[in-house]
Nanobody, 125 residues
Framework: EVQLVESGGGLVQPGGSLRLSCEAS????????IGWFRQAPGKEREGLLC??????????FTADSVKDRFTISFDNATTTLYLYLNNLKPEDTAVYFC????????????????WGQGTQVNVSS
């Protein structure tokens, strides 16, 4: 059974940082790309970052809106995906989800195969 469990959200002031975690299990990691998207009230879902196997073009994606502020990493030992959020802005307030898809190409528009329950991030002074 695929399980994606997000954690690490909370309230942070503008300009602050957070690290979100996604504990992943129940699937063959070589078969999927894994990444993050967010959903804010009244806004469309936004694909953020993705990481797949190898160095090909379809093994990575970063949204322009977070390009210089958010980064992603995967710990193979613990099968945990991390999202590092830096220089947070009020418009980053959203529920953040980790998700699976066969590749990263089109991460901002595909229908993900699986996603977790999400973790809430609130950016406010």
């Amino acid at each position: 059974e695929v399980q994606l469990v997000e954690s690490g959200g909370g309230l942070v002031q503008p300009g602050g940082s957070l690290r979100l975690s996604c504990e992943a299990s129940g699937f063959t990691f070589d078969d999927y790309a894994i990444g993050w998207f967010r959903q804010a009230p009244g806004k469309e879902r936004e694909g953020l970052l993705c990481k797949g196997e190898g160095d090909s073009a379809d093994a990575t994606f970063t949204a322009d809106s977070v390009k210089d502020r958010f980064t992603i990493s995967f710990d193979n030992a613990t099968t945990t995906l991390y999202l590092y959020l830096n220089n947070l802005k009020p418009e980053d307030t959203a529920v953040y989800f980790c998700a699976l898809y066969p590749w990263c190409t089109g991460w901002d528009s595909v229908t993900y195969f699986q996603w977790g329950q999400g973790t809430q991030v609130n950016v406010s002074s």
